[in-house]
């Protein structure tokens, strides 16, 4: 019993000085300084996940929208195609060589838009849209912050209610600050871990804002590229369309096959005037040559039978 007496005396003892020493070292004053001062820090922390969350969530829904209309840009190009080709088809030969190549042009630049569309919803949308669990993930280890600082601050305000109602019972006091102590320990370990945390979140949100909009101008250059120099092919197919070929095709379309016997008699009967007239000449010494021809045949005849007259008189 005598040693167990000994024993609680040095206890007390011991107590006694550890509360001497907290209450030196820790004081109200000191603990509401670590308060307040956590309550700034904590508060930044959090408008900088805010401002992230806020931000970063606009910016997703904007770049998913641009991504959804390149996409039905992409769908009303292939209709487009498809319309081309089909025109095509009716269409004279080179016209509908031209249309068609200019078809394959545009449809093999939809190919490089699909690609856009792939690009940029892998390396624009998705880490834009991962930044929601992340944020997630920083507002739980603020919570976990917050929960810690609240504690410290009900067990200050404790210690304090204590010090007002038992000024004189040390031990109670003592407990009271031992609390205190480890709430406040337990603070200060998850201000730093949030520290560390929200300065690792820093860092690695300014990496990945340059890598997204690098990657999404990497993506619409590369497009735009190539599509400058399909756009180009296309333009000249369409300028190699021979004009007057298709439309000499057109025209001998609308003809039967024997118009061009009939297309030479209609020249040949809208000739000039003079022409005319020197046929019509031509024609008339013809006519005269012709209507000549007989009338000798007729002297000559008459001719002979004068002469057969005189030899029968002679006879």
Not at 34 to 57: C, M, P, W, Y
Not at 158 to 166: G, I, P, S, V
Request: glycine content about 2%.
């Amino acid at each position: 019993m005598r040693c167990l007496s000994h024993l609680q005396i040095i206890h007390n003892v011991i107590i006694w000085v550890l509360c001497c020493v907290c209450c030196k070292h820790f004081s109200p004053s000191y603990f509401s300084f670590s308060l307040v001062s956590r309550d700034n820090q904590t508060r930044q922390i959090q408008d900088a996940v805010s401002n992230v969350e806020k931000h970063f969530g606009e910016l997703c829904q904007i770049f998913a929208g641009y991504v959804r209309k390149t996409a039905r840009l992409r769908d009303k190009a292939d209709l487009l195609v498809n319309e081309i080709y089909a025109y095509a088809a009716t269409e004279t030969p080179n016209l509908k060589v031209g249309l068609k190549n200019f078809a394959d042009e545009f449809s093999r630049l939809q190919d490089y838009r699909q690609a856009e569309v792939d690009r940029l919803e892998a390396k624009v949308v998705e880490p834009l849209k991962s930044y929601g669990t992340i944020v997630k993930l920083k507002r739980d280890d603020l919570k976990a912050t917050l929960t810690a600082k609240n504690r410290e601050a009900k067990q200050l305000s404790q210690l304090e209610k204590t010090r007002q109602r038992n000024p004189s019972d040390r031990h109670i006091i003592y407990q009271a600050e031992s609390e205190l102590q480890r709430a406040s320990l337990d603070a200060t370990r998850t201000t730093r871990q949030l520290e560390e945390t929200i300065d690792n979140f820093e860092k690695q949100k300014i990496k990945d804002i340059k890598n997204i909009f690098s990657e999404f101008i990497t993506i619409e250059m590369l497009f735009h590229g190539k599509a400058l120099e399909i756009y180009t092919a296309a333009y000249q197919n369409i300028q190699n369309i021979d004009e007057n070929e298709d439309l000499e095709v057109f025209r001998s379309s609308l003809y039967p096959p024997d118009y061009q016997s009939r297309l030479d008699i209609v020249r040949a009967n809208s000739k000039s005037p003079l022409q005319r007239t020197g046929s019509l000449k031509s024609s008339l010494k013809t006519v005269q040559i012709s209507n000549s021809m007989p009338r000798k045949e007729e002297e000559e005849e008459e001719e002979e039978d004068d002469e057969d007259d005189d030899d029968e008189e002679e006879l």
